[in-house]
């Protein structure tokens, strides 16, 4: 299959274009935002995962990214520059507004290596059986009430056990 065709392919895990390096410097960056328009659709966040896909495997970035009623909850992991570099871009995007940095810390390794984008195809009432995000979904708050706490617990919920089965 020629780098055209895969380009086009919208059905398959990108894996990151270059192996994980012990002298990079691995960060995990977790935000949220709203969109600054009116939700997407989900053909309209398909061309998005799709695009970013290909950007980030090209920028050995990996993470997930959650979206919920116009607003997105994403981690990214990578090299510092890179992944500080991505989040100055988002935060200019006119398409986000309100994006707000929750975490950005050292990490020993990658969470998501397996996903340029992962994307948990879950509905909010399958969200809210994540222990310690009940009342948070159950509320339908949105992706930028969350703190600190409540993030990492969305990130340990997606980077090991039942949870993780629902990324593509």
Known sequence: ???QELDNRTDIKLKPKFPYNK?????????????????????ELEELLEKSRLNNA?????????YKDGSFFQIL?????????LFEIIS???????TIKIIMEPI???????????????????????PGLNDFYAHE????????????????AFKEGRWRSSIY
């Open 58 to 66: 090209r920028s050995n970035i990996t993470g997930i990214l959650l």
């Open 92 to 98: 200019k995007d006119k398409r986000h507004n309100q």
């Open 108 to 130: 020993e390794e990658r969470s998501f290596a397996e996903w340029t984008m992962g994307y948990p195809k879950l509905t909010a009432k399958e969200l809210a059986k994540i």
């Open 23 to 43: 002298s990079m410097n691995l960060v995990h960056c977790i935000y949220c935002s709203a969109t600054s328009m009116r939700a997407f659709s989900p053909s």
């Open 77 to 85: 992991e990578g090299d510092k520059a890179v992944v500080e570099t």
């Open 1 to 3: 299959m020629g780098v």
């Open 141 to 156: 708050n949105s992706y930028l009430e969350l703190g600190e706490g409540r993030a990492k617990t969305l990130l340990a």
